[in-house]
């Protein structure tokens, strides 16, 4: 090779220019589309699954371990457990066809420099609770700071090499992180959602995503929440009606199968 020869200059082949001494090239190599479709309810829905990426959210030990934050303060954690089955049997699927992982935890600076008072409150109301940044009286891990036990994703879905790790701030994952630069240097137009609390961090990140210009869809049989029924409901009603679709893990693994 010679310093006239082009190389690519980027972080991820679908967003990278070619550059040498003499010459550099914007063209974008894009892949022909991979169409794969998908059922929600009595509709088709049809996906380019190479400028598709999935995001999952809070599956860390604080909301889905039982010596985590939410069962220290008496929440029943099972339900935040159920996505960690169909995760195993997907994720591993979607690697093959190229998709990215990207996980999306809560992992706050241990000076929580960032975050307003308005924050801090919902986990810490009288100021004297085991709120952001506490150490959990069991094991010491500081709830929801980056790096703890406590923010890490759970040992059964640990992240494999070439996975992408964000941390979020809010019930949003947009907001003060660069989750919207990895996407848009993926060149990613369909955004998979998965994790908990579907009706709080998870539909918080989804609806800012198609703000943003993304599609989405929830698989729901990957997506739970530690609230009422009721809010599961209303929150699988709202990305139908409002935002997106609601599709399943298990659909999109046989749909993988049956291109493979």
């Not at 010491?140 to 996975?163: C, I, M």
């Not at 929830?218 to 599709?247: H, I, K, W």
Request: glycine share 8%.
């Amino acid at each position: 090779m010679t310093d006239r020869d082009l190389v690519p200059l980027g972080a991820f082949a679908q967003n990278a220019w070619s550059v040498s001494a003499a010459e550099v090239s914007l063209v974008r190599a894009r892949d022909a589309a991979r169409p794969v479709t998908l059922g929600d309810r009595d509709r088709k829905v049809t996906l380019d699954i190479g400028r598709t990426a999935i995001v999952v959210v809070d599956m860390q030990n604080d909301f889905c371990h039982p010596q985590g934050w939410l069962a220290h303060i008496g929440v029943d954690v099972a339900p935040c457990r159920a996505p960690i089955a169909p995760l195993q049997a997907l994720l591993p699927m979607l690697r093959e066809a190229g998709v990215p992982v990207i996980w999306l935890n809560w992992g706050n600076r241990p000076d929580r420099a960032n975050l307003p008072p308005s924050v801090l409150h919902v986990y810490d109301p009288d100021g004297r609770s085991t709120g952001i940044g506490k150490p959990l009286p069991g094991n010491g891990a500081h709830v929801l700071e980056e790096g703890s036990w406590a923010a890490a994703v759970v040992d059964e879905l640990a992240p494999a090499p070439g996975d992408i790790a964000v941390s979020k701030y809010r019930m949003t994952g947009f907001q003060d992180t660069e989750l919207e630069a990895i996407l848009r240097n993926l060149d990613v137009t369909t955004v998979l959602f998965a994790g908990v609390n579907a009706d709080q961090c998870v539909l918080n990140t989804l609806t800012d995503a198609v703000a943003r210009g993304f599609d989405a869809v929830l698989l729901e049989d990957c997506s739970a929440t530690s609230s009422p029924a009721f809010c599961m409901e209303a929150t699988l009603y709202n990305v139908r009606q409002c935002y997106g679709f609601v599709c399943d893990g298990a659909d999109l693994r046989a749909a993988l199968e049956a291109g493979a």
